[in-house]
């Protein structure tokens, strides 16, 4: 079964940058959408932002203007470039992939951020 796994996560100061990756075990044809979820505790999981395969992405409002998301897609790989962190972006980063048939998850990588 692929799977999706996400790396980058860690513990950074209010103020710092992580970039978050995410690659499938094995290839995956025809992805459309791959996107950037996030899940803090007692809440619920929320979109985080989202690229095409033609480029184009969205931004939650909680992160846009400080993160920037992009993929390559020879390799099926998303990247989440995320600066000036504050303790709120502190959850577990999911990563998903979409061929418009099947969706695929990530297991998730922790973002701590400390104030």
């Known amino acids: 079964q692929v799977q999706l796994v996400e790396s980058g996560g860690g513990l950074v100061q209010a103020g710092g940058s992580l970039r978050l990756s995410c690659a499938p075990s094995r290839n995956i044809p025809s992805i459309n959408a791959m996107a950037w979820y996030r899940q803090a505790p007692g809440k619920q999981r929320e979109l985080v932002a989202r690229?095409?395969?033609?480029?184009?992405?969205y931004y939650a409002d909680s992160v846009r203007g400080r993160s920037i998301i992009s993929r390559d897609n020879a390799k099926n790989t998303v990247f989440l470039q995320m600066n000036s962190l504050k303790p709120e972006d502190t959850a577990v980063y999911y990563c998903?992939?979409?061929?418009?048939?099947?969706?695929?998850w990530g297991q998730g990588t922790q973002v701590t951020v400390s104030s």
């Open positions: 998903r992939a979409t061929t418009g048939v099947t969706d695929y």
């Open positions: 690229i095409s395969s033609g480029g184009s992405t």
